[in-house]
């Protein structure tokens, strides 16, 4: 009888694991990343069991932090996942990443006639009114925004 063989996935000594991100939403959250012609060492794994019966996604990115406004674009499409950092091989850090009530200059107001869309020097603002789906509310505006039309921006 064949057993099957363990295949390893190689740890990273220093970077980013993003762990417990809504499955299938690991692509999106790359997208916000921004990884073009980067030659860390990238794991991504999709719709894994979680230890809660639910799948996940995770994404191990070897020699790269994350900036402040790269995890509240993460927190948009995939609110609950976990950001570990690693040094020398160790979790040094572990924070779970949280949706803000106010998202300011991440995303484009899906009308048109918003003045954010105008040559007017004014800056996004929305108003998050529900997390799960996330729905946002334009200050300008008062466009509703789904997660469609959030995640289609990434
Ligand atoms: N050196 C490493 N290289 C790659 N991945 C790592 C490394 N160290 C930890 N991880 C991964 O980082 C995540 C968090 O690791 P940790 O040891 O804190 O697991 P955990 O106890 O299951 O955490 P949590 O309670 O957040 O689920 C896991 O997905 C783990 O596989
Ligand atoms: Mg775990
Ligand atoms: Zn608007």
């Not at 921004?34 to 069991?49: D, H, K, W, Y």
């Not at 779970?96 to 991440?106: S, V, Y």
Request: with cysteine; proline share 5%.
């Amino acid at each position: 009888m064949k057993q099957p063989k363990e295949l390893k996935v190689k740890p990273i000594k220093n970077g980013t694991v993003i762990d417990h991100i809504t499955a299938n939403k690991s692509l999106n959250v790359l997208k916000i990343l921004n990884l073009p012609n980067s030659e860390s060492n990238l794991t991504i794994a999709m719709n894994v069991q979680s230890s809660n019966l639910d799948r996940k996604d995770i994404l191990k990115i070897e020699n790269r932090e994350l900036a402040p406004n790269e995890v509240d674009q993460i927190a948009l499409i995939s609110p609950n996942s976990t950001i570990n950092i690693i040094r020398d091989y160790e979790v040094v850090d572990k924070a779970k990443i949280g949706l803000l009530n106010e998202i300011n200059g991440l995303l484009k107001c899906s009308n048109p006639n918003c003045i954010t869309n105008t040559n007017e020097p004014v800056e996004n603002k929305f108003y998050v009114i529900n997390k799960e789906p996330v729905t946002l509310r334009c200050h300008y505006c008062e466009r509703l925004m789904e997660e469609h039309e959030i995640e289609s921006q990434f």
